[in-house]
């Protein structure tokens, strides 16, 4: 007959455990994230080149950048202002969770935001392999090529310096947005148009090319797939995904 485990035969177990996800917490702050460089992606050996400066791609972009010159001003160019955010979490949460009809910050959700954070950085070290500062061969932006186009204002007054591609804020949208429709899959198709809105706020505002907005969804969906391979992070997710129910259940009560 099977005999259940004594309490002093599990103590040991549970101890083990516990010394385990101590360990991977302390990974992900010792790394900012929770990929260590040596876990990480190279995203440099499989992501396409920007396109070459004469190319038919390259002239794909310039197009698709002049013709959104006319949403400046509009609805959507007002949009496109309001998502250019990047962190804090609890500043970016207000651009998906308006979707879902809640609000999510670090009072109901603290998990969540604390989580989104380090994703956010395990992205940023994801692209710095292939995302140059102009000074260093990066991409220009389009905004840069050609001045006298309008723009959305910019929050941050070197951005031209930096280089274009891929879209950092245009990954960030995918992380959001495919993430929180992995917690509340019955908003899931709300969200992921959402979180492709939101880089494609870059074109509107002129702030990016289509093709960069492209590669930097394409890199965090492969970051985003090795985030599930890690322990530490499936933790969070299943706490985040608590945190989401209940704040759903408690707006659904109102």
């Known amino acids: 007959m099977n005999r259940k485990p004594s309490a002093s035969a599990l103590a040991p177990m549970l101890l083990a455990v516990a010394g385990s996800l101590a360990a991977f917490?302390?990974?992900?702050?010792?790394?900012?994230?929770?990929?260590?460089?040596?876990?990480?992606?190279?995203?440099?050996?499989?992501?396409?080149?920007?396109?070459?400066?004469?190319?038919?791609?390259?002239?794909?972009?310039?197009?698709?950048?002049?013709?959104?010159?006319?949403?400046?001003?509009?609805?959507?160019?007002?949009?496109?202002?309001?998502?250019?955010?990047?962190g804090p979490a609890e500043a970016v949460a207000p651009r998906f969770t308006y979707v879902m009809g809640v609000t999510l910050d670090r009072a109901n959700a603290p998990t969540l935001m604390r989580m989104m954070d380090l994703v956010r950085t395990d992205e940023q070290a994801l692209m710095l392999a292939v995302k140059k500062d102009v000074a260093n061969g990066g991409r220009h932006r389009p905004f840069v090529d050609y001045p006298g186009r309008p723009k959305c204002p910019l929050e941050l007054a070197t951005?031209?310096?930096?280089?274009?591609?891929?879209?950092?804020?245009?990954?960030?949208?995918?992380?959001?947005?495919?993430?929180?429709?992995?917690?509340?899959?019955?908003?899931?198709?709300?969200?992921?148009?959402?979180?492709?809105?939101?880089?494609?706020?870059?074109?509107?505002?002129?702030?990016?090319?289509?093709?960069?907005?492209?590669?930097?969804?394409?890199?965090?969906a492969a970051l985003l797939q090795r985030l599930h391979g890690d322990l530490q992070y499936l933790k969070d997710l299943a706490q985040a995904r608590k945190e989401v129910a209940a704040a759903l259940a408690k707006a659904a009560v109102r």
């Open 159 to 220: 951005l031209g310096d930096t280089g274009s591609y891929p879209s950092g804020h245009a990954g960030l949208g995918w992380l959001w947005g495919a993430t929180l429709a992995e917690l509340a899959p019955q908003f899931a198709d709300a969200l992921l148009a959402r979180g492709i809105a939101f880089g494609e706020s870059r074109v509107v505002c002129g702030f990016h090319y289509p093709s960069d907005v492209a590669a930097g969804r394409l890199a965090t």
């Open 25 to 86: 917490g302390a990974r992900a702050q010792a790394s900012g994230g929770y990929l260590a460089p040596a876990e990480a992606l190279h995203i440099e050996a499989w992501l396409p080149a920007a396109p070459a400066p004469d190319s038919l791609a390259q002239a794909a972009d310039v197009q698709a950048y002049f013709t959104a010159r006319a949403l400046l001003g509009t609805p959507r160019g007002e949009e496109a202002h309001a998502d250019d955010v990047i």
